[in-house]
Each structure stands twice: as C-alpha cells, then as structure tokens.
C-alpha cells in the first residue's frame, strides 16, 4: 500500500520557485506530516514539519522565510511552496509521516512512513 506519493520537483534558477505536493492516503494524512531532503553523500536534513491539524509549523533555519507548508484536507495533500530558491537547495525531498506522534519532529526516525523522493535541482 502506497500511502505518500511526491511530485512537483523539478529544475528552477536561483531565486525562483517550486512547489512540492504529497499526496496521502487517507490514513497518513491524519497524522503529524513533515518534509525532507538528502543531497548526494550527504545524509536526510529535516525542512519542514506540520501538525496534524496544521496549527503548528516547523522549519529548518536554512529554510525559513522562504519555503512555506500547507495542508489540504479537502485533497488529502501536504504542499510545500519554495521561494528564493539559491543552488543549496538542490536534493531528493521526501515528505514522510509521523502517525505516532513525534518527539522530534526534526528526525527521521520519529516518522514510519515516507514517500519515494521527488528531485529539486536550481541552476545559479
């Protein structure tokens, strides 16, 4: 059973945009959902978290006032638009789910559930 499934990524010029969707089934989206992402050699950073029932957010520092998470409940999609775009944000993002609840929301072991990966790729 597939429960989360990326797309949206592909290539942009620093200082553009993308935005990232996830979509969930109907079980995964019930729970706290965050994004990802791993560069190559490099190991899986956190980017974003949000909860639930998506009154609290959470961001990397790298990140904030620039990507920016949203939940559709309607379509049982997580999003993730990305502003200002800079070369630094290449990688494979993942977005993952924690139906357990997270203690860090920050790690990937709190999350049991990830999708395949979508490839963000920015050209300076």
């Known amino acids: 059973q597939v429960h989360l499934v990326e797309s949206g990524g592909g290539l942009a010029q620093a200082g553009g945009s993308l935005r990232l969707a996830c979509a969930a089934s109907?079980?995964?989206?019930?729970?706290?959902l965050g994004w990802f992402r791993q560069a190559p050699g490099k190991e899986r950073d956190f980017v974003g978290a949000?909860?639930?029932?998506?009154?609290?957010?959470y961001y990397a520092d790298s990140v904030k006032g620039r990507f920016t998470m949203s939940r559709d409940n309607a379509e049982n999609t997580l999003y993730l638009q990305m502003s200002s775009l800079k070369p630094e944000d290449t990688a494979v993002y993942y977005c993952?789910?924690?139906?357990?609840?997270?203690?860090?929301?920050?790690?990937?072991?709190?999350?049991?559930?990830w999708g395949q990966g979508t490839q963000v790729a920015v050209s300076s």
């Open positions: 993952a789910a924690s139906c357990l609840g997270y203690i860090n929301f920050a790690a990937p072991t709190s999350y049991e559930y």
């Open positions: 109907a079980h995964t989206f019930k729970c706290d």
């Open positions: 949000i909860s639930r029932i998506g009154d609290n957010t």
